[in-house]
Structure formats: C-alpha cells, structure tokens
C-alpha cells in the first residue's frame, strides 16, 4: 500500500458527459500529479499539482482540468467525455515538488460508452 | 521533450533465467530514472530510482539498473527471476530539478514460467 487512494475505482459514463475523479495524497505529500493509462500503453502525464497549483501540464486538451485542495488532496475533471478517453487513471503524490519519487494509487478505471 | 522507448514488448522466460529489459530516453539534460513495475491488479510500485552517483542502482526483490549516460540507456536486470516476477515494468524518466513529471515508456510485459 502507497497511502495513495484514488475514487471511484470503476466507473462508466456516457459520451459527451462530464465526470470528477478523486485522489487523496500520500500523508505529508504536497504534490500531485495525474496520469492516463490507455490499455496496453505506458502512463502519460496529464498535469501536476504542487500546493494548491497547476505547475505542469502534459498535452491533454483544457475540457482536463483539476484542483488541490488545502489537504492536498485533488480531482481530475473531464468534461464533454470522448470515447478515448477510456482509460486507467492515476494519481501519484510526492513529498516535495523537487527530485523525489512518485508514490501511485490504484487508479480509477473509466469506461465511456 | 523527452521520450523513453522500451524495446521489449513481452518477455517470456523460465525461472532462474536471467533478465535484461532495455531502457533509452532522449533528453539532452540531466535527468533522474526510474524503473516500476505493475503487478496484475496492483498498483505501480517503484523498483529503483537513479538521481545521482554510483550508476549502477540496486533497487527491490533483486532488480538492479545501470545508467549508461553515453547511451541513454538505463536497462533494469535480474540474474535469476521467479514466477513472481510476472508482471507489467515501465521505464520512466524525468528532467532534474524541473518536479516530478514523468514521462513513461510503452512497458515490457514479463512473463515468468514456472
């Protein structure tokens, strides 16, 4: 177990809706970063969190947003969902912003039909 | 932007044989390497990490990894595997100094045969 817990862990939506997945961090980790695993593939960052703000992003289009809360905690949102966005989500927290390693949670499996 | 390229897809051995999987990224910068590995349903757990000195990494369950900075290459091995090593292994790296934002490669499934 990392510490790392993500919700829900399966979920399936129609095209076209929107959907918030949640993660909670690692105890004493500030940074959060996402990542989309597409079946057979290896994970592609999405965007990270470091203390509330969105300090990097991957090449995902802007209907993928998110947010840290004061907890670090954080949600990934997608809104006006396509059918490739099926996929394995993941959380990963770090204790710091810097060189240090990431910590996953299970992931979220999304489905969108 | 970087890129890592694993060039094993599937890997299917006999236990007590030996591991190589190879790992190349493309960055001109200083970088920090990773190596992790998914259990079937498990979530990914990190082997060994590179961030500075001796290049070669001893890391978890036997694994090890040695940075070739000449080569870009940072290739995980393991002199004698066991069906429990059967499992997903994802190479990752990311730029120092720059967080933690990894960029992955397309993984090596292993399977070990008892």
């Known amino acids: 177990e990392t510490g790392v817990t993500q919700s829900p862990t399966h979920l399936i939506k129609t095209r076209g809706q929107q959907v918030t997945l949640r993660c909670s961090s690692q105890?004493?980790?500030?940074?959060v970063s996402w990542y989309q695993q597409a079946l057979g593939q290896g994970p592609q960052f999405i965007f990270q969190?470091?203390?509330?703000?969105?300090?990097g992003r991957g090449n995902f289009p802007p209907r993928f947003s998110g947010l840290q809360f004061p907890n670090y905690s954080s949600e990934l949102n997608v809104n006006a969902l396509e059918l490739d966005d099926s996929a394995l989500y993941l959380c990963?927290?770090?204790?710091?912003?810097?060189?240090?390693?990431?910590?996953f949670g299970q992931g979220t499996r999304l489905t969108v039909v | 932007a970087q890129s890592v390229s694993q060039h094993n897809h599937h890997v299917i051995l006999s236990e007590a044989a030996s591991l190589e999987l190879g790992c190349n990224y493309s960055y001109g910068g200083t970088v920090n390497l990773f190596w992790y590995v998914q259990y079937p349903g498990q979530h990914l757990q990190l082997l060994l990490k590179y961030f500075s000195g001796d290049p070669l990494v001893k890391g978890i369950k036997g694994f090890e990894a040695e940075f070739i900075k000449s080569k870009f290459s940072f290739n995980l091995r393991k002199p004698s595997v066991q069906w429990s090593d059967t499992a997903e292994y994802f190479c990752?790296?990311?730029?120092?100094?720059?967080?933690?934002?990894?960029?992955f490669g397309g993984g090596t499934r292993l399977m070990v045969k008892p």
């Open positions: 990752a790296v990311n730029r120092k100094n720059a967080g933690n934002m990894l960029t």
């Open positions: 990963a927290s770090s204790l710091n912003w810097g060189d240090t390693e990431a910590f």
């Open positions: 105890s004493g980790h500030n940074t």
């Open positions: 969190y470091y203390r509330e703000e969105e300090n």
